[in-house]
C-alpha cells in the first residue's frame, strides 16, 4: 500500500464531501482504538473543524485512558480539534432500570451491549446537529463488509465511512504513519461494549489478519471443503459470520406494493 498516498486520498476526500454538503466539520467518537484513533486524525488533518466525543459507559479505565491521551496528542498537534467528554453511565444505568426484568440476566447481555453502542450514536447526532458536523464512521473493511462485526445503528450508524475500504492491517499501517500513540497501536482490538477486556477476537474466534485472510478465500469463491485445521476453522467463522450479517451489510428490505393493489 502507498501509505501516504492513501493518507492524502482520504483527506482530499473528506475534504470535498464537506464542502459539497456545505457542512464545517466532522464529530467522532473516540473509543481508545485503533480505527477511530486513525479516522480522527485523517479528519484533523482535512482542517476542517473536528469535535471529538468520550462517551464512556462503565469503559475500562485503560479504554479511557488511551482515548484521552490520544485526544490530548490530537489538540496538541492539530488547531482544529475540540474535545467533549458525555457520561453516558447514568444514562444507560436508567435505561435498564426502567427496562422489565428477565429471569436470566445474561439472556439480555448481547442486547445492552448494542444498548451502548446505540446510546453513542445518539449523543454523536445530538452534537453533530447542533454544531453542523457530519458523523464520520470508523468501520473498516473487515467489520463492514467481512463478518458485520459492528452494532446496527449503533457505531453503524454514521454519516461517511472514510477508512472502510481498508483493511484492519491497513488501518495499523496508517497509523504508525500518521504517529498515533504507542498504547493505542499496541493494544488489542476491543469494541469496548462490555466493561471487561474481551477483546474482539476472544468475541470472533479469530484474529483479523486470519479475518482478511478467509474474506479474500471467499472474494475467490473458495469452499470451506478447500481447507482443512486452523485454516477450515478460521473459513467456517468467516462463512457463518458474514451468512448471519447480511442484514446489516445489504440495503433495508422494501415491501413492494403491486400496482393492481394500490
Known amino acids: 500500500m502507498k501509505t501516504e498516498k492513501v493518507i492524502d486520498h482520504i483527506v482530499d476526500w473528506l475534504k470535498d464531501y464537506a464542502d459539497k454538503a456545505g457542512i464545517k466539520g466532522f464529530i467522532i467518537g473516540i473509543s481508545g482504538g485503533i480505527d477511530s484513533a486513525v479516522t480522527s486524525t485523517l479528519c484533523a488533518k482535512t482542517g476542517l473543524d473536528l469535535l471529538c466525543l468520550e462517551m464512556p459507559i462503565h469503559q475500562a479505565e485503560s479504554q479511557e485512558t488511551r482515548a484521552s491521551h490520544h485526544i490530548d496528542w490530537l489538540i496538541g498537534n492539530f ?121 474482539d477476537e476472544d468475541q470472533i474466534g479469530a484474529s483479523y489478519p486470519e479475518l482478511e485472510w478467509a474474506m479474500k478465500m471467499n472474494d475467490e469463491g473458495r469452499t470451506v471443503s478447500e481447507f482443512s485445521d486452523r485454516k477450515k476453522q478460521v473459513f467456517s467463522i468467516f462463512k457463518r459470520l458474514n451468512a448471519a450479517n447480511q442484514h446489516k451489510m445489504q440495503p433495508i428490505p422494501v415491501c413492494t406494493i403491486p400496482n393492481d393493489l394500490k
Open 79 to 199: 488547531e482544529n480539534v475540540k474535545r467533549q467528554a458525555v457520561d453516558l453511565t447514568p444514562v444507560f444505568d436508567s435505561l435498564i432500570a426502567a427496562l422489565p426484568a428477565v429471569e436470566k440476566e445474561e439472556d439480555r447481555f448481547m442486547s445492552l451491549a448494542n444498548t451502548r453502542a446505540r446510546l453513542r450514536m445518539t449523543t454523536l447526532y445530538y452534537f453533530a446537529a447542533l454544531n453542523g458536523y457530519l458523523v464520520a464512521g470508523t468501520g473498516n473493511k473487515v467489520e463492514d463488509f467481512g463478518v458485520g462485526f459492528y452494532t446496527k445503528y449503533g457505531d453503524g450508524g454514521v454519516d461517511l465511512s472514510p477508512i472502510a475500504d481498508l483493511m484492519k492491517t491497513e488501518v495499523y499501517d496508517i497509523a504508525r504513519f500518521l504517529g498515533v500513540n504507542q498504547d493505542i497501536v499496541v493494544a488489542p482490538p476491543t469494541d469496548g461494549l462490555w466493561g471487561d477486556d474481551r477483546t
